[in-house]
């Protein structure tokens, strides 16, 4: 089963940056792809943002030309990052990546952005 760990977040003020790490424990050349969500406290989780195995990107409307999403790829594993910009605080939630189909997810990582 593939095993998933995110990092990076933190307490930001708004229109400021962070850059979430999410570690996959398989090829990122196989496979369904990576994708970001995100849950608010109170509300439904909601996609943020995906790459596939061939590096093709999709986002969410209120994050585009914000937030991009890329991989580093390694012979059996990888990182998914996604770097934030200009963040807001409906930005401000538990972000977690999960390899698309496959029911595994990591821990998550907190992002506050608060002034």
């Known amino acids: 089963q593939v095993r998933l760990r995110e990092s990076g977040g933190g307490l930001v003020q708004p229109g400021g940056s962070l850059r979430l790490a999410c570690e996959v424990s398989?090829?990122?050349?196989?496979?369904?792809?990576v994708a970001w969500f995100r849950r608010a406290p109170g509300k439904e989780r909601q996609f943020v943002a995906s790459?596939?195995?061939?590096?093709?990107?999709?986002?969410r409307d209120s994050v585009k030309g914000r937030f991009t999403i890329s991989r580093t790829i390694a012979s059996n594993n990888g990182t998914v990052w996604l770097q934030m910009n200009d963040l807001r605080p409906e930005d401000s939630g538990d972000y977690s990546c999960t390899v698309v189909a496959s029911g595994s997810w990591g821990p998550g990582t907190q992002v506050t952005v608060s002034s």
């Open positions: 398989e090829s990122l050349m196989t496979g369904n792809g």
């Open positions: 790459i596939t195995n061939r590096a093709k990107t999709v986002y």
